[in-house]
Each structure stands twice: as C-alpha cells, then as structure tokens.
T-cell receptor
Framework: EDQVTQSPEALRLQEGESSSLNCSYT??????LFWYRQDPGKGPEFLFT???AGEEKEKERLKATLTKKESFLHITAPKPEDSATYLC????????????FGTGTQLKVEL | EAQVTQNPRYLITVTGKKLTVTCSQN?????MSWYRQDPGLGLRQIYY???????DKGDVPEGYKVSRKEKRNFPLILESPSPNQTSLYFC????????????FGPGTRLTVL
C-alpha cells in the first residue's frame, strides 16, 4: 500500500531561519512526487513536480529535492508570507490518476 | 483565467436533506476528482472521472454520488447527508497523464447538523 509520511507535523521558524521539511514515501514504483502549498481555508496550490531521484527544483525561497525514499522541501531565509501547510503527494501506483497525500507540515514563520 | 470553481463555498444543512456541490473547470482537463480533507487524515479521494461518462470510486465513496455529463463539470451529490460528512471538500482537475499536476478549487466547507 502506498504511504506518504511528512515530518514534522508543525514547524515554527523565525524570519530568516532556514529549515527543511521531510516527505518520506513507500510506493512500488515512483511516477513523480508533487509538492503543494495550502493556505488556511483554501485549495492546495501546486509548487513542484519531481520525476526521479536526484532531481531538484527551485522557486524563490523554496527548493525541493528527491531521493529514492524521500523528498525534502528546503526553505531558505523564510518570510512570514511563507507560512502555510505544505503537502506532498505521489501518484497512486494502482492507477486511476489518484494522488496519495501526506498529512502536511504546518509552517509558521514569525517576525 | 484558468481555474476550478466550486459552489457553494460554505453550506450548513441538516441530516437527510439532499445537496449538490458543483465543480467546473475551464482548462479542458480530461480528469476530475473530488477530495475531502479532515484534520489528521489529510486529503482523501472520494470519486474521480477520467473523462465524460467515465467515473470511478476513490478511497471514501460511501454516501456520495457523482456524474460527468460534460467535460467541464463534475458535481458531487450527497443524497442523504449525515454528520460524518461534515468536512472540507475540494474538486481538482488535470490532464490525463499522471505526471501532470492537479489544479484544485477553492473548497466547500460543509456542515451537516
């Protein structure tokens, strides 16, 4: 069974304090890994797709990396507007285009 | 603007009163899906549709119905809502390939009393 586990559940940072969020997964054949950002009461917003181990993607202060067992979302010098819940997801190996989501990391960046 | 829209955004209803949540996308996506999001459980798929007239169950389909008569619309129907269906619901769409990201609607917060 596909499993996606994110850690930590919650993270509080000071502005400018860099850190990383973890997404570990267990799937029988990885066909990509997605990162989303979700603001309270809103729909998830797509950030990155990573296709294979070793791949990296960057967007502003965010950098996503992928290994064969996990993905990291590195946040460099975060700002308060980076506060959100970050979700990772993998395509379900049983097909049907379903995404299996982790439960997310709730990030709060304080001044 | 490319988007997924949902209506209503907020709904409070009573047990047993049939309701429909609409979902529409303007990106010509073949694939559409409904998720519910509950604290501690994350996003779970309810139903999905690979194309017009093609629908299938997700992880938690009990108590829900869907239809896909047009490519752009994918309504979620609760024939007899119960309190355990109180949740935040999201519609999503994408192009068919599994490598394409899903675009999510703004969400519908449903409370069943």
């Amino acid at each position: 069974e596909d499993q996606v586990t994110q850690s930590p559940e919650a993270l509080r940072l000071q502005e400018g304090e860099s850190s990383s969020l973890n997404c570990s997964y267990t799937v029988s054949g990885l066909r990509g890994l997605f990162w989303y950002r979700q603001d309270p009461g809103k729909g998830p917003e797509f950030l990155f797709t990573l296709y294979s181990a070793g791949e990296e993607k960057e967007k502003e202060r965010l950098k996503a990396t992928l290994t064969k067992k996990e993905s990291f979302l590195h946040i460099t010098a975060p700002k308060p507007e980076d506060s959100a819940t970050y979700l990772c997801a993998v395509p379900y190996t049983g097909g049907g285009n379903k995404l299996t989501f982790g439960t997310g990391t709730q990030l709060k960046v304080e001044l | 603007e490319a988007q997924v829209t949902q209506n209503p955004r907020y709904l409070i209803t009573v047990t047993g009163k049939k309701l429909t949540v609409t979902c529409s996308q303007n990106m010509n996506h073949e694939y559409m899906s409904w998720y519910r999001q509950d604290p501690g459980l994350g996003l779970r798929q309810i139903y999905y549709s690979m194309n017009v007239e093609v629908t299938d169950k997700g992880d938690v389909p009990e108590g829900y119905k869907v239809s896909r008569k047009e490519k752009r619309n994918f309504p979620l129907i609760l024939e007899s809502p119960s309190p355990n269906q109180t949740s935040l619901y999201f519609c999503a769409s994408k192009f068919q390939s599994s490598y394409n990201e899903q675009f999510f609607g703004p969400g519908t917060r449903l409370t069943v009393l």
